[in-house]
Antibody, heavy 122, light 110 residues
Framework: EVQLVESGGGLVKPGGSLRLSCAAS????????MNWVRQAPGKGLEWVSS????????HYADSVKGRFTISRDNAKNSLYLQMNSLRAEDTAVYYC???????????????WGQGTLVTVSS | QSVLTQPPSVSAAPGQKVTISCSGS????????VSWYQQLPGTAPKLLIY???KRPSGIPDRFSGSKSGTSATLGITGLQTGDEADYYC???????????FGTGTKVTVL
């Protein structure tokens, strides 16, 4: 069974940093593209970033480009999101989501984690 | 601001049918596969339809997807109270090099 478990969320001040992690199990992590998707309170879904299996292809939403960095450690079956220069508008539940395969662009989100809440507030 | 437009809400009585539209452009829907996601209250989204009209295992055939030009449609037949949720379309946008979601539609069973 595919399992994606996010961690690392919490309360951070504007301008601060946070690192999210996603622990994957139940599939061969190193052969799939992975993603981060977020949802602000009471709002819709927003794709944040994607990374291919070997980290060769990485994409970011314009809203986080230059502030967020996606990475992965295939030996540890883990996905990460380093978030710097955080703003109030980054407050959201952050979901880890798996692609159906590997590639240079996002196909769709076949499996989702339960999410971790990030709150940016002074 | 999302590049894919959905109606904010749709509703129907139990057993009836609803359709949800998703309007985009040539850089997204027209030239890429569309997927649909269901988000029940307080839970993570779940894949409902992929590659325009395919259902993952476990998704009942009451749910269907179609695409024509720059628009896609999700249909739900035999509406049940358990179908009350938010529904989102999504696809890759080749011009933005980004995945885009629709604005979301809340389905209410009357």
């Amino acid at each position: 069974e595919v399992q994606l478990v996010e961690s690392g969320g919490g309360l951070v001040k504007p301008g601060g940093s946070l690192r999210l992690s996603c622990a994957a199990s139940g599939f061969t992590f190193s052969t799939y593209s992975m993603n981060w998707v977020r949802q602000a309170p009471g709002k819709g879904l927003e794709w944040v970033s994607s990374i291919s299996s070997s980290s060769s292809y990485i994409h970011y939403a314009d809203s986080v480009k230059g502030r967020f960095t996606i990475s992965r450690d295939n030996a540890k079956n883990s996905l990460y999101l380093q978030m710097n220069s955080l703003r109030a508008e980054d407050t959201a539940v952050y979901y880890c989501a798996r692609d159906p395969d590997d590639g240079d662009y996002v196909g769709y989100f076949q499996h989702w984690g339960q999410g971790t809440l990030v709150t940016v507030s002074s | 601001q999302s590049v894919l437009t959905q109606p904010p809400s749709v509703s129907a009585a139990p057993g009836q049918k609803v359709t949800i539209s998703c309007s985009g452009s040539s850089s997204n829907i027209e030239n890429n596969y569309v997927s649909w996601y269901q988000q029940l209250p307080g839970t993570a989204p779940k894949l409902l339809i992929y590659d325009n009209n395919k259902r993952p295992s476990g998704i009942p055939d009451r749910f269907s997807g179609s695409k024509s030009g720059t628009s896609a449609t999700l249909g739900i037949t035999g509406l049940q109270t358990g179908d009350e949720a938010d529904y989102y379309c999504g696809t890759w946008d080749s011009s933005l090099s980004a995945y885009v979601f629709g604005t979301g539609t809340k389905v209410t069973v009357l």
